[in-house]
Nanobody, 116 residues
Framework: QVHLVESGGGLVQPGGSLRLSCAAS???????LGWYRQAPGKQRELVGV???????NYADLVKGRFTISRDNAKNTMYLQLNSLNPEDTAVYYC???????????WGQGTQVTVSS
């Protein structure tokens, strides 16, 4: 089973950008991958997904601002966050779709805080 570790979060001002990384313990080339986020007091929500060939789909709230990419050679997925606003403050998690379902094992995530 592939395990994932998120990194790259931090404190950023409104309108700023961050790039998150999701490093896998094994090959990710055969798998659908996704980014999720969980804001304080809210349920975890799907931010977007990337297919094996690189096709992407995003939640409406982030469409046009966030971009998911993957580097299968490095077993890493990325999330570029642009035009950040305070509502984007959350812990961001990555996940892998394997065995016909999203993994039930979540990493520690990476905190993104958008504040002036």
């Amino acid at each position: 089973q592939v395990h994932l570790v998120e990194s790259g979060g931090g404190l950023v001002q409104p309108g700023g950008s961050l790039r998150l990384s999701c490093a896998a313990s094994g090959s990710i080339s055969s798998f659908l991958l996704g980014w999720y986020r969980q804001a304080p007091g809210k349920q975890r929500e799907l931010v977007g997904v990337i297919g094996r060939a690189g096709s992407t789909n995003y939640a409406d709230l982030v469409k046009g601002r966030f971009t998911i990419s993957r580097d299968n050679a490095k077993n890493t997925m990325y999330l570029q966050l642009n035009s950040l606003n305070p509502e984007d403050t959350a812990v961001y998690y990555c996940n892998i779709f394997q065995g016909g379902t999203w993994s039930s094992s979540w990493g520690q995530g990476t905190q993104v805080t958008v504040s002036s």
